[in-house]
């Protein structure tokens, strides 16, 4: 297994999407209007455009997204059950790899806007996998749209799915600790993260709460997360903004490092996607975190969700400690 030195983020922009070419793009096919939001709006050059689908939800926009994928030159692969996403992506990236001179980088954009949560968990765990196994250096550039705001539905409903995000991200292995400690991003659907903190049985609890430039958003995680919060102390409650993906890392390396010597930490992602692709970044970088996704299940109904116009990107290096130059 080859070496890494440690990977670096920033925070980018749209117009920096045009200045690398890929060796791979991926987007969510689904029912969002905000689907196609990357292929349609920002310029890039890539070997290969790929949107890849899911084995349900298939009303909305789903229609309409799959005429602008292919309009922009995407291969389209529908029917994808969670089950079988992780050997879709290993095939795609060995494809990938395969036009990747040892020499260069593997470069990947990756729309994180409506990937769920388990599959931008297999396409991290690959992505590292290809500098840790493979000993390729990899840029990868992260897309993220911010939903137009709609409403949440404020009557609260069980989780119904509470556990790890994907087995390689279950963590845990190591660890000594019989203490959890919960480190949680609030989303809106109503006393969410409270279930799963009392699940874990978790203490102490960090919070993280999203500052959107679309403020109402704010109002209505507080809303949903009020009893949470006022039972949280206030020097564990954190704002991070959504279009700061560099300083969510960083704050989210900083708590981790601090919880992780005497308790096992679970990262709980609730909210934005881009708080959900921050913490699969920060627990494969340090290993031993435990990330959990959380899911009110088919109580869900789907909606348009279509585009804010506002954009959060992040890059990430992964450099490889192999000496190509003999």
Same mark, same amino acid.
């Not at 494809?95 to 388990?118: G, Q």
């Not at 903190?197 to 919070?207: K, R």
């Not at 009110?296 to 450099?319: K, N, T, V």
């Given at each position: ?9 920033e925070n980018i922009t ?13 987007? &969510? ?96 765990? &690959? ?75 978790? &203490? ?36 991070y903004g959504v279009t ?83």
């Amino acid at each position: 297994m080859t070496a890494l030195f440690r990977p670096s983020v920033e925070n980018i922009t749209t117009t920096d999407f045009s200045f690398a070419e890929y060796h791979l793009t991926l987007s &969510a096919l689904g029912f969002e209007q905000r689907c196609t939001s990357f292929a349609c709006d920002v310029e890039f050059t890539s070997k290969k455009n790929i949107a890849l689908g899911f084995d349900h939800g298939k009303d909305c926009s789903y229609e309409d997204n799959i005429s602008k994928f292919k309009a922009r030159d995407y291969s389209i692969i529908e029917d994808i059950p969670d089950n079988a996403f992780d050997e879709v992506i290993e095939k795609l990236f060995k494809k990938s790899l395969n036009a990747c001179k040892s020499t260069d980088y593997f470069r990947i954009a990756v729309d994180v806007s409506c990937f769920n949560r388990f599959r931008l968990a297999s396409i991290i765990s &690959a992505i590292f996998d290809i500098a840790r196994v493979h000993g390729i250096s990899v840029h990868a550039d992260f897309h993220y749209t911010i939903a137009a705001f709609s409403p949440p539905n404020c009557t609260y409903t069980p989780n119904r799915i509470v556990g790890p995000i994907h087995p390689k991200f279950a963590g845990w292995a190591t660890g000594l600790c019989t203490a959890t400690a919960a480190v949680v991003g609030l989303g809106y659907e109503q006393d969410q993260a409270l279930g799963v903190v009392e699940h874990l049985q978790a &203490a102490p609890v960090w919070a993280f709460l999203p500052q959107s430039p679309l403020s109402e958003y704010e109002e209505a995680v507080k809303s949903a997360n009020d009893l949470l919060l006022e039972e949280l102390p206030v020097d564990q409650l954190l704002y991070y903004g959504v279009t700061d993906p560099k300083q969510i890392v960083t704050s989210l390396e900083s708590v981790s490092r601090g919880l992780e010597r005497s308790h096992n930490v679970v990262f709980i992602p609730l909210g934005p996607k881009v708080f959900v692709l921050c913490c699969l970044i920060v627990a494969a970088m340090r290993g031993g975190l435990s990330v959990w996704r959380v899911s009110q299940g088919d109580s869900i109904s789907p909606g348009p969700r279509a585009s804010s116009g506002i954009r959060s990107c992040l890059r990430l290096r992964l450099e490889t400690q192999r000496d190509f130059s003999v």
